[in-house]
């Protein structure tokens, strides 16, 4: 369903609209005690995030997940016997339980081993698209059952963080492909990796380059315009692109700093906090990901690239419902549907959402 689509009111028979006065309530009735039913009933079910990191190796993916949700997702190698390079590209998922003051999160991280360190790249980015369409094929087959989980395990991504090499000149074209596709197919937020190789000039210029060559090139990142619901959202957002991509420095060791324990990497001329947004911009990523944008992450990838996926599927089954049932799809394309634009989908799912109540 839309978002955008607003419940009537229940004072009225007419539909909600900005000008339709508030119900004059004569006395407490404890309306307010909804948020606490929902804020129980989440705890106990507890909360799903399932994000994606890309990048070429080396870049310190791992050690910005860890830096992100402060606990180690991947086992370390003894440093002089790391794994060596593969061939080919392999996606990795590990998937921990983390709690934090009563509250249990069910993340999952996909990592990417081996994107872009090839030779040849052609079509590099296709086990990836593959990985990302198999996870809505998954929940779509489990969602058209005519009995049904009440809970539906959701493993699709909700956001996928590309990592950008600090070459401090533009997007290479490798990378312009890939987000071409991704875009249109996931949440996709850049970053610049280990953004302490560069200067503050120099990372000043790299980022208007990148969003330069975002804008030429029609690649829509996270957060995206079309999608601000609000003034308050449109304004937040707006602070958001303008510092897209993040400058980020990951760590996995603290260091005491002017009597405080900081997360931090240690150089010949000082350490450089994690924390600190004068030496990188990592609180900004967080923020964005956990505090601030985590349940609109998911929002959009559900009602959006989720929705595009499935519309593009039922038009590709010819087996639209005609009644109470369920649609016996075929398996998935090996290729990845044609996906519209994001500009374009909220019309395609209100009519596909019109057309399940005709029916």
Same mark, same amino acid.
């Given at each position: 369903m839309?978002?955008?689509?607003?419940s009537?009111?229940?004072?009225s028979s007419r539909?909600?609209?900005?000008r339709t006065?508030?119900?004059?309530m004569?006395?407490?009735v404890?309306?307010?005690?909804?948020?606490d039913?929902?804020?129980i009933?989440?705890?106990?079910m507890?909360?799903e995030?399932?994000?994606m990191?890309?990048?070429?190796?080396?870049?310190?993916?791992?050690t910005?997940?860890y830096t992100?949700f402060k606990s180690k997702?991947?086992?370390?190698?003894?440093?002089g016997?790391?794994?060596p390079t593969?061939?080919t590209l392999? $996606?990795? /998922?590990v998937?921990?339980?983390i709690?934090e003051k009563? #509250?249990?999160?069910k993340?999952?991280?996909?990592d990417?081993? =081996?994107f872009g360190?090839?030779?040849n790249?052609d079509k590099c980015?296709d086990?990836?698209?593959?990985?990302?369409?198999?996870?809505?094929?998954?929940?779509l087959?489990e969602?058209?059952?005519i009995?049904?989980q009440r809970?539906?395990?959701?493993?699709?991504v909700?956001?996928?963080?590309?990592?950008?090499?600090p070459?401090?000149?533009c997007?290479?074209p490798?990378?312009i492909?890939?987000?071409?596709?991704?875009c249109?197919t996931v949440n996709v937020v850049?970053v610049?990796?280990r953004?302490d190789?560069?200067t503050i000039?120099?990372?000043?210029?790299?980022r208007?380059?990148?969003?330069h060559n975002l804008?030429t090139h029609?690649?829509?990142v996270?957060?995206?315009?079309?999608?601000?619901?609000d003034?308050n959202d449109?304004? $937040?957002n /707006?602070?958001i692109?303008?510092?897209?991509?993040?400058? #980020?420095v990951?760590?996995?060791?603290?260091?005491?700093?002017? =009597?405080?324990?900081?997360?931090?990497r240690?150089t010949k001329?000082g350490?450089?906090?994690?924390e600190?947004?004068a030496?990188?911009?990592?609180?900004?990523?967080r923020?964005l990901?956990?505090?601030?944008?985590?349940?609109?992450?998911k929002?959009?990838?559900?009602n959006?690239?989720?929705?595009?996926?499935?519309?593009?599927r039922l038009n590709?089954?010819h087996?639209l419902p005609?009644?109470?049932?369920w649609v016996?799809l075929t398996q998935?394309p090996?290729?990845p549907?044609a996906?519209p634009r994001?500009?374009k989908v909220?019309?395609?799912?209100q009519?596909d959402s019109?057309?399940?109540?005709?029916?």
């Open positions: 839309d978002p955008m689509r607003r009537p009111s229940p004072c539909p909600s609209s900005p006065p508030p119900c004059k004569l006395g407490y404890g309306i307010e005690a909804v948020l039913q929902l804020k009933k989440a705890m106990k507890g909360f995030f399932n994000i990191v890309v990048g070429q190796s080396g870049l310190g993916k791992s910005m997940v992100l997702m991947w086992k370390s190698t003894i440093p016997l790391g794994m593969p061939q392999k $996606l990795q /998922s998937t921990h339980v709690e009563g #509250v249990k999160l993340l999952t991280v996909t990417t081993p =081996g360190d090839q030779i790249n980015w086990p990836i698209l593959g990985y990302i369409n198999e996870q809505y094929e998954r929940y087959q969602e058209i059952l009995t049904r809970h539906i395990p959701d493993t699709r909700h956001c996928c963080v590309y990592f950008v090499p070459t401090g000149h997007l290479r490798l990378d492909e890939f987000l071409q596709r991704l249109r850049l610049i990796a953004a190789s560069l000039e120099e990372r000043e210029a790299f208007r380059r990148i969003q804008r029609c690649i829509d996270y957060p995206q315009k079309c999608f601000d619901e003034i449109r304004i $937040l /707006s602070k692109r303008d510092r897209i991509p993040f400058a #980020v990951g760590a996995d060791q603290e260091h005491l700093v002017n =009597g405080r324990c900081v997360l931090g240690k001329w350490i450089i906090e994690v600190n947004l030496h990188c911009e990592f609180p900004l990523l923020d990901l956990i505090r601030s944008h985590l349940q609109d992450l929002d959009i990838t559900h959006v690239h989720y929705e595009n996926y499935r519309v593009c590709e089954s087996l005609r009644g109470p049932g016996n998935a090996a290729g549907p996906t994001p500009s909220r019309h395609q799912v009519d019109k057309d399940d109540e005709e029916y």
